[in-house]
């Protein structure tokens, strides 16, 4: 698989990608999540590819305190073959080559297999409760 950041041609068949891969929700916004992302740090939304298909994705960002790590996922029928690991790996690097010292992520209760991986890939669980507040409303009226 090689990696590299996601490119526009790449929208359609990365929000398949999130569908089959049950990461979407009614009220997130694919298409806006992903304008929004290239507007900051762009080089952090990467995509794995075979054959120049998109198979895997990861939204990365560095706050300035910790980094973050959205939409990551591997195409169903390429799982378990390693390449969530090899994705994690790479952006890793390019966190800690930006000074980033920790990555945080959040993970959907019931989403046993994602928590299998990163357990497996060497996060902790931590004691926390995730608030969130929406500034703006995705949902279409
Ligand atoms: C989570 C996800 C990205 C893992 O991708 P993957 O490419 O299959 O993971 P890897 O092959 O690199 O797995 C590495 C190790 O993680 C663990 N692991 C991964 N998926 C697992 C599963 N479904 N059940 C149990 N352990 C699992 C295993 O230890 C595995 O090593 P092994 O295959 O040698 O046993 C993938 O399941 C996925 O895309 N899920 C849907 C999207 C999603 O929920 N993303 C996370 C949002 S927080």
């Known amino acids: 698989m090689k990696i590299r950041a996601f490119e526009r041609r790449n929208t359609e068949t990365v929000i398949a990608l999130w569908l089959a891969c049950?990461?979407?929700?009614?009220?997130?916004?694919?298409?806006?999540?992903?304008?929004?992302k290239l507007t900051v740090q762009p080089e952090l939304f990467l995509v794995g590819t075979e054959d120049d298909v998109v198979i895997a994705t990861v939204m990365?960002?560095?706050?300035?305190?910790?980094?973050?790590?959205n939409y990551f996922a591997v195409?169903?029928?390429?799982?378990?073959?390693?390449?969530?690991?090899?994705l994690?790996?790479?952006?890793?690097?390019?966190?800690?080559?930006?000074?980033?010292?920790k990555i945080n992520l959040q993970v959907r209760v019931g989403n046993d297999s994602a928590m299998a991986f990163y357990?497996?890939?060497?996060?902790?669980?931590e004691e926390r409760v995730s608030f969130g507040k929406r500034l703006i409303s995705d949902v279409q009226p």
């Open 75 to 86: 195409s169903p029928e390429y799982q378990r073959k390693g390449l969530a690991k090899q």
């Open 22 to 36: 049950g990461l979407t929700r009614p009220w997130n916004n694919s298409r806006l999540d992903i304008e929004r």
């Open 119 to 125: 357990r497996a890939y060497g996060f902790e669980e």
């Open 88 to 101: 994690m790996a790479d952006v890793e690097v390019r966190l800690k080559a930006i000074g980033c010292p």
């Open 60 to 69: 990365a960002g560095y706050d300035g305190h910790r980094g973050w790590i």
